[in-house]
């Protein structure tokens, strides 16, 4: 379902015969990409799609399945999409990255914003005192805001960048680093989003800076 352009092709162009140290992915429009640690292990497409669409053989998933593109990536030894929301304790706990990109309907075109953006799934950042009471109804609490920007308008590409705690259940707390662009033409919103316990944040800041800042969105003149 998602493209992902070997590692060790790419870094052979950049390094010779050096080591892969990332891999580099893109959605199937070539418009959304980044890279992730090559040691970090990608997630089960088939897996990945029954937590999304249910049942993969229905005609909804079918149409589903149309206007929504995703990937995800684990750092532990042994992936599982239970990373998506929750690891192990402390610093030891390693990240997990979800991207996704989804055509939007007429209608959700229309209304999307910068706010839309900051609610887009999966783990909504709130933007009302009824949004959060909302998301917390779901199981989670304890929404902390730690960061929140406007990322600067390229090629007529929108964007935010959040970065926040959320406490899952009765489980520890999450941080969640979460980017989100809308397409130059309003058509596209797609995002990425890494989880970590705080400790693991911390420790891991630099790396989960590197998977961030190199996911990107480019306006495609003929897509």
């Given at each position: ?133 909302a998301i917390e109804a779901s199981g989670f609490s304890g929404f902390e805001l730690l ?52 400790a693991c944040y911390r420790k891991r800041a630099t790396e989960i800076a590197t998977v ?12």
């Open positions: 379902m998602g493209t992902v352009v070997g590692a060790a092709v790419a870094a052979s162009l950049l390094s010779g015969c050096a080591g892969a140290e990332y891999t580099y992915v893109r959605d199937d429009s070539g418009g959304t990409y980044f890279k992730v640690p090559a040691s970090w292990r990608q997630i089960d497409q088939k897996t990945l799609d029954k937590e999304v669409f249910g049942d993969t053989e229905s005609a909804s998933a079918q149409l589903a399945k149309q206007a929504l593109w995703t990937a995800a990536f684990d750092a532990y030894d042994e992936p599982s999409l239970m990373h998506l929301v929750q690891g192990s304790a402390g610093a030891e706990d390693k990240p997990f990255v979800f991207a996704k990109v989804q055509k939007l309907s007429e209608d959700d075109q229309n209304a999307v914003s910068l706010d839309a953006l900051r609610l887009s799934q999966p783990i909504p950042v709130p933007v009302t005192k009824e949004q959060q009471q960061a929140d920007e406007v990322l600067p308008v390229t090629d007529g590409v929108r964007g935010v960048h959040s970065v926040y705690n959320y406490r899952v259940g009765s489980g520890p707390v999450q941080t969640f680093d979460k980017t989100a662009y809308l397409s130059a033409d309003g058509t596209t919103v797609s995002t990425l989003l890494i989880r970590c316990s705080p961030v800042k190199s996911f990107k969105v480019k306006h495609l003149i003929n897509p």
